[in-house]
């Protein structure tokens, strides 16, 4: 009789588990209904190709006004702008990254620039 208990238990643990883990990996991936309003902005650099030592200014555009939002670079000297644009001083060559972060809601989302510089 006890065996039977014990397989019982077993049994309704496995399957809380099961249950626990299924139900966690559907919440991680789940797509939601809604649209982020970062998936409309776009960030543009004002030059494709730029040199060493060369200011880049970065832009977001498509962003609602007041939306709160942040910049990183990958390397660089960087500065904000009063006017909300990233100045980039790059030091090296290659594909250098800007990125904007975005506030929706609570969620923050990102947008990357990129620009090339030799």
Same mark, same amino acid.
């Given at each position: /009789? +006890?065996?039977?208990?014990? &397989?019982a238990?077993?049994?309704?643990?496995?399957?809380?588990?099961v249950?626990? #883990?299924?139900?966690?990996? =559907?919440?991680?991936? =789940?797509?939601? *209904?809604? !649209?982020?309003s970062?998936? +409309?902005?776009?960030c543009s650099?004002?030059?494709?190709t &730029?040199?060493? #030592?060369? @200011?880049?200014r970065?832009?977001l555009?498509g /962003? &609602?006004a007041?939306? &709160?939002?942040?910049?990183?670079?990958?390397?660089? @000297? /960087?500065k904000?702008?009063?006017? #909300? !644009?990233?100045?980039?001083?790059?030091? *090296? %060559?290659?594909?250098? +990254?800007?990125?904007?972060?975005?506030l %929706?809601? %609570? @969620?923050?989302s990102?947008? !990357?620039?990129?620009? *090339?510089? !030799?």
């Amino acid at each position: /009789m +006890n065996g039977v208990l014990v &397989a019982a238990l077993l049994v309704i643990v496995l399957v809380a588990g099961v249950y626990i #883990g299924i139900s966690g990996i =559907a919440t991680q991936y =789940a797509f939601g *209904t809604s !649209r982020s309003s970062a998936a +409309n902005v776009l960030c543009s650099p004002d030059v494709q190709t &730029a040199s060493v #030592g060369q @200011t880049v200014r970065f832009a977001l555009a498509g /962003m &609602a006004a007041g939306t &709160a939002y942040h910049w990183a670079s990958d390397e660089g @000297t /960087m500065k904000v702008q009063p006017d #909300g !644009r990233l100045s980039v001083i790059y030091s *090296t %060559t290659g594909i250098k +990254n800007a990125w904007a972060f975005i506030l %929706t809601g %609570t @969620t923050w989302s990102q947008v !990357r620039c990129s620009v *090339t510089v !030799r």
